[in-house]
Each structure stands twice: as structure tokens, then as C-alpha cells.
């Protein structure tokens, strides 16, 4: 592989990650794009840093639009593939503001402005670059950012503090465990969802669970069923459980207001690659 693509690849991967919430389609995305690297006329190539990113922008977009056409072929809730990261590792990418609640969120943009949002927040490209990356007019992107943060707003009340989020997931699973309900209720905001990706090849529930009720009963049913063991880890950068009972998967929460607010769960086993060495990306 060239020296000039190795020296941009981690801020390339970061980006098709951001856009597409898999490593898979990422790294998909970042062959394609060294295969049209190897093609180009590097004569022609001012920046090439402007160049790749330009390439993997425009193939993310198009595989991200595929990936929606499609998605309704996929068994039960779909989210974000979680990433190892731990401050004793070196992340594969830069996960900065990438939690899951985050990419979750994410999903409900469309492409062009995912696109948009990823360039400006991310990467703090100038909306003329963008455009330009686009094949659109500045006031177009501009317009399509505005549009992302509207539907974005809820982000602003996410609490993105390590150690809280390791407190109350710690609490809610030794909760669960005990089936102490009261605790349990006072860990959840009441509008509380567990969100649970078995990608039809873990029965995780095929819907999301909704209220605090319901996912009290499912979860200490969960504890007492399978009895699982849990080690610390960590997803995005942020504070996970990984839970080992009759399938493996990933715990993170996203907290509101000093509660949980939403559980994510990832069992599909072709999200968990990062997850299957000692080591981690």
C-alpha cells in the first residue's frame, strides 16, 4: 500500500466509520478507494489528502444509500457495530464524540446530510470543500446541515462522563442480578429503550423494549435465566460492559439527566470482531 494512502488511513477509516457505523462497510470502502488511488493520475493529484477524501466521502454516501435500500432485510433492530477502546489500547480510529447514542442517532439523517454533518462536526471542512466533495452548492450543504443538527438536537442532553456511565451500568447489572426492582426503576428514565442487534443470528428480541416496566421484567428475566459474567470494557471511548451468558454481546447506555436512557446490545457476532483478540483496534 502507498505511503501517501497509509499516511491518511486512520482519518479516512474514522470518516467511513462515522458514516456507515460498521468497520466491515468501512474498510469495504477504504479498498475501493485504494484501488481508484492505484488508478489515478497522480500528476493530477494536488492535495491527495483532498483527493481521498473525496473518493471515500462519495463511495460511503453510495454504499450507505445501498445499505438503507436493503435494511429492511435485516432481522430485528439494526445498530451501530461498537468499537474496543480502552485507555490501555490504541483505537484503530479517533472516537471522539463517536459514541454509540451518537452513530445510533445518526441513523435517522439521510445520506447527503450524514455526509454534511460528518465533513463539518468531524472533520471541520469549509462548506465550499464539502460542496465541492458533494458534487452540491454551499447553500445546499448548508441547508442540509441545518437540517442534520435539527434532528440531532436531543444530543445535547446526553451525558458523555465516563465514570457516570460506569456507575450506572455497573449498578444496573448488579441490580438486575439481585432483582431489585426499586433500584432498578430509580437507575432508568422513564422513557427508558433497550435496543438489542442479534442480526438474526442471536434471539435477542426482535423489537426495541420499551419503559421502564418492561425492561425491569426483561432484564432481571435475562440475569436469573443465564446467570452471565460481565468485564469492564470499553465502546467509542466511552465506559461497556462484555457480557459472556448463552451468547456474548456488548452493554453501553446512553444517560439523560443523570438516568439511564437507552441500552444498547450488540450480539451479532459480525459486530464483535474488535472484540475476539486480547488486543484491540
Not at 494512502?5 to 460498521?22: I, V
Not at 462497510?25 to 475501493?32: F, G, N, T, Y
Not at 450506572?168 to 437507575?187: I, Y
Not at 460492559?241 to 457476532?269: Q, S, W
Amino acid at each position: 500500500m502507498s505511503e501517501e494512502f497509509l499516511a491518511h488511513r486512520r482519518m479516512l477509516l474514522g470518516m467511513a466509520y462515522r458514516l456507515l457505523g460498521t468497520l466491515y462497510d468501512a474498510e469495504d470502502v477504504l479498498q475501493e478507494a485504494y484501488l481508484r488511488w492505484t488508478r489515478a493520475d497522480r500528476s493530477e493529484v494536488a492535495e491527495p489528502r483532498r483527493y481521498l477524501t473525496r473518493v471515500v466521502a462519495r463511495l460511503a454516501v453510495d454504499a450507505l444509500r445501498a445499505r438503507q435500500a436493503r435494511r429492511e432485510d435485516y432481522i430485528g433492530t439494526w445498530l451501530p457495530e461498537p468499537l474496543r477502546t480502552g485507555d490501555h489500547q490504541q483505537s484503530l480510529i479517533d472516537t471522539e464524540d463517536l459514541s454509540m447514542a451518537m452513530l445510533h442517532l445518526m441513523e435517522r439523517l439521510t445520506p447527503p446530510q450524514r455526509a454534511v454533518y460528518v465533513l463539518r462536526n468531524a472533520f471541520e471542512l469549509p462548506y465550499a470543500e464539502i460542496a465541492g466533495i458533494l458534487d452540491r452548492t454551499e447553500d445546499d450543504c448548508r441547508q442540509l446541515h441545518r437540517r442534520a443538527a435539527a434532528a440531532l438536537a436531543g444530543r445535547a442532553r446526553f451525558s458523555t462522563d465516563p465514570a457516570e456511565h460506569a456507575r450506572l451500568l455497573e449498578g444496573f447489572v448488579a441490580a438486575a442480578r439481585t432483582g431489585d426492582v426499586e433500584r432498578l426503576e430509580a437507575l432508568l428514565h422513564e422513557d427508558v429503550v433497550a435496543w438489542n442487534d442479534g442480526g438474526g443470528k442471536v434471539r435477542t428480541g426482535p423489537n426495541p423494549i420499551r419503559g421502564r416496566a418492561k425492561v425491569v421484567r426483561f432484564f432481571t428475566a435475562v440475569m436469573r435465566r443465564h446467570d452471565p459474567s460481565t468485564t469492564r470494557t470499553g465502546v467509542n471511548g466511552g465506559a461497556a460492559l462484555l457480557v459472556e451468558a448463552n451468547y456474548r454481546y456488548t452493554m453501553c447506555l446512553c444517560v439523560v439527566d443523570g438516568k439511564i436512557h437507552d441500552l444498547f446490545r450488540v450480539a451479532n457476532p459480525a459486530k464483535l470482531s474488535t472484540f475476539d483478540a486480547q488486543g484491540s483496534y
